[in-house]
């Protein structure tokens, strides 16, 4: 008995396999529109996710003819996001292909949770970390050679010196061969050999310190990950195999089924419901769809429905919540010891408010620090990138003329391909605070408002009751940080504003009528400068906006503004420079479709409106350079999708704070004696 690679499609390849001859099959198929492998007829490019879990229903069908009558079948499928960017829906690839394997004949024996303690980064704001997968344990017969154990497992993923995007690492294959009773002469099958990772872990296995004789069976499509297997595992056989035609369909997904509906009407900004059973659940679910659940919510509520004692069908039928008008962000796994549950983050399928989501207030503080004198960084020399404006361009530091002091923000001269401008360089450790540090005041009152304008609720003062964002007179006063105030005045003291461009010749003429000593910024040696070797680390600045304000704030008071002067829209867009026909409506909008005018935008449209000052378009316009390199974010990371130690009402006060109002929190921080 030997190793063996099959050279073929995953199905003819099954085909040649003797009957009841497998005993463990285990594997991690190409993921739905994950990567384009190359050749014609591949899985993993369907159309549409039911034609994925169709096809794959009908390869595992013959999977399950190889398998012994005690055999085990454990797969690892990753879910996926409907669409890349935005408010998506996420799918429940991994369950809806479950479900529909369940009714081809298999039986669902376990579903093991995949931690990765060393998950990609990711840099998404309103929704949770995808940190884990799912490893769905099949058996033919409820007589079989599983032993159950827990079904959570921390494995970190692994880093090969091969290209290739699946991240299956040898220390999960062996956690679940680990849990399987395995004899001298078993077969162990990968339907998707990648990389060889089962045949590694195989070949090890029969070199163990307990010896066990097991033997490999590979299939893979691809000729350069063939060579790649016989490489890492030794393998020496290989039998080529003809494609043969086979007949799949898309599956037919169900929709919620018809139960008695539980309205959950508890809080209008969100709702936090774990249930006991799939009995409890699946009615809360339904309870979504009625008249009264969704006139009782805020259109930007956000949902965390659950269920301890879940069932599969808990896990599929969820996802049809897509057809009621609601996207699921995340399935969030809460680990008991060595169990786990299911909470599932939801909210309305709209285009007019994003959802209520502060990241921030569970943000985890990064452990350790990364200790640098910030005051001493000299950064001539570095790359800027400026992200600002219509297009990007590059330019570099030549000159610092104000150094980091008391919280003020550094000034530096950046020259860009045949312009100058004077730029702000926020701090590294407080960049974040910064960008959101723009307070709005109510007109009448003074008091600092928690949230500048609500699209879709009352926009009324806390303390004194006044209506805001009725007319200009009732607008939000503004409050830029006293740090960026101060170094504005002290450069507009110097005959210089922050982020405009002037032409290299007229800011050689005005710099000599000026005080100030610069380098000549002909002569910088760039290769020799310390920020050019930071360049070379990663290191570099972005030139982008300086203050994070929401688009339907920005989006109501333009529109106040335009009322005053009784203009439209239209006429606007005639007063602007050719090519914003498509760009101006999109600043008065409040849903989705909108978008804020960029910096460069702000003097054009001042000037279209009639207007020469406005503390609120200059605040809109200001501009900073971002340090960018590989950190730790000050706020700290998000937290991501797996729950763990956190239970009762510890775990309902942690995702009510994601959605509930500003004030409410406030209270929550206090009763928490913070």
């Given at each position: ?25 285990i ?5 739905w ?7 014609e007829?591949?899985?993993?490019q369907?159309?549409?996710p039911?034609?994925?879990?169709g ?82 344990v ?63 872990v ?32 030794g ?124 990241l ?50 550094k ?13 702000f ?8 605070f ?30 004194c ?39 290299l ?99 054009l ?18 501009t ?34 994601l ?16």
């Amino acid at each position: 008995m030997e190793d063996v690679i099959l050279h073929g499609d995953v199905y003819a390849a099954l085909n040649e396999l003797e009957d009841n001859s497998i005993k463990v099959a285990i594997t991690s198929p190409p993921y739905w529109k994950q990567r384009d492998y190359g050749f014609e007829g591949q899985i993993g490019q369907e159309k549409t996710p039911e034609e994925y879990v169709g096809r794959l229903v009908k390869v595992y069908s013959k999977l399950r003819e190889k398998l012994t009558e005690d055999g085990v079948f454990f797969l690892n499928v990753g879910d996926k996001y409907l669409h890349r960017y935005g408010k998506s829906h996420l799918l429940q690839i991994p369950y809806r292909l479950a479900f529909h394997m369940l009714h081809d004949g298999w039986r669902l024996e376990d579903v093991i949770i995949w931690y990765k303690p060393n998950h990609m980064p990711s840099s998404v704001k309103d929704r949770f970390t995808n940190t884990y997968e799912p490893v769905l344990v099949f058996v033919k017969n409820k007589e079989n050679a599983y032993i159950r154990k827990g079904t959570v497992v921390k494995i970190p993923l692994q880093q090969t010196p091969w290209k290739h995007t699946a991240v299956f690492p040898e220390k999960l294959v062996e956690s679940m061969l680990n849990r399987v009773k395995l004899i001298d002469g078993d077969l162990v099958l990968d339907p998707f050999g990648g990389t060889g990772t089962v045949a590694a872990v195989v070949r090890r296995m029969r070199g163990g310190v307990v010896p066990k004789k097991v033997y490999a069976v590979m299939i893979e499509k691809g000729e350069e990950f063939v060579k790649i297997i016989q490489r890492r595992s030794g393998i020496k056989k290989v039998v080529e195999v003809r494609d043969i035609h086979y007949e799949w369909s898309p599956v037919i997904e169900k929709r919620l089924p018809e139960v008695p509906p539980k309205e959950i009407l508890t809080d209008r900004h969100g709702e936090v419901f774990i249930a006991d059973d799939s009995t409890e659940f699946l009615s809360a679910l339904k309870g979504i769809t009625t008249e009264g659940f969704r006139t009782f919510h805020r259109e930007d509520a956000l949902y965390f429905f659950g269920v301890r004692n879940w069932t599969l069908e808990d896990l599929y039928y969820v996802h049809s919540i897509f057809y009621e008008g609601y996207v699921l962000r995340n399935m969030i796994i809460v680990s008991r010891g060595t169990s786990w549950y299911p909470i599932f983050m939801f909210a309305r399928d709209t285009t007019k408010v994003p959802y209520k989501f502060y990241l921030d207030r569970i943000r985890v503080k990064p452990k350790t620090r990364e200790i640098r004198d910030w005051l001493k960084e000299n950064f001539v020399g570095m790359k800027v990138r400026d992200i600002s404006g219509k297009k990007t361009r590059e330019g570099r530091i030549v000159k610092i003329l104000r150094r980091y002091k008391d919280g003020f923000p550094k000034v530096v001269i950046v020259r860009w391909d045949g312009t100058v401008s004077v730029e702000f360089v926020l701090h590294p450790e407080q960049d974040e605070f910064v960008m959101e540090g723009l307070k709005f005041l109510c007109p009448m009152c003074g008091v600092e408002l928690e949230e500048p304008y609500d699209p879709v609720g009352e926009n009324v003062c806390p303390k004194c009751g006044l209506i805001l964002w009725e007319n200009l007179e009732s607008v939000p006063k503004i409050k830029e940080p006293d740090e960026v105030i101060e170094a504005v005045r002290m450069m507009e003291e110097m005959n210089y504003n922050v982020g405009e461009n002037i032409e290299l010749e007229k800011f050689e003429e005005k710099r000599r009528g000026t005080k100030s000593k610069f380098l000549e910024l002909e002569r910088i040696n760039w290769g020799a400068s310390p920020g050019a070797r930071k360049t070379v680390l990663g290191e570099y600045f972005t030139k982008m906006r300086l203050y994070r304000v929401d688009q339907p704030a920005v989006a109501q008071y333009l529109t106040l503004l335009r009322k005053k002067k009784s203009l439209t829209i239209r006429a606007i867009v005639e007063r602007m420079p050719s090519g914003y026909t498509h760009t101006v409506g999109h600043w008065f909008r409040k849903d989705f479709g909108g978008s804020t005018p960029i910096p460069e935008d702000i003097p054009l449209l001042m000037k279209a409106l009639e207007i020469e000052e406005d503390n609120f378009l200059r605040a809109l316009q200001r501009t900073a350079l971002k340090f960018q390199t590989v950190k730790a974010s000050v706020k700290g990371r998000n937290p991501g999708d797996f729950i763990e130690n956190i239970d009762g009402e510890k775990l309902k006060v942690y995702l009510m704070k994601l959605y509930v109002p500003p004030s409410v929190y406030v209270k929550m921080l206090k009763e928490e004696g913070l």
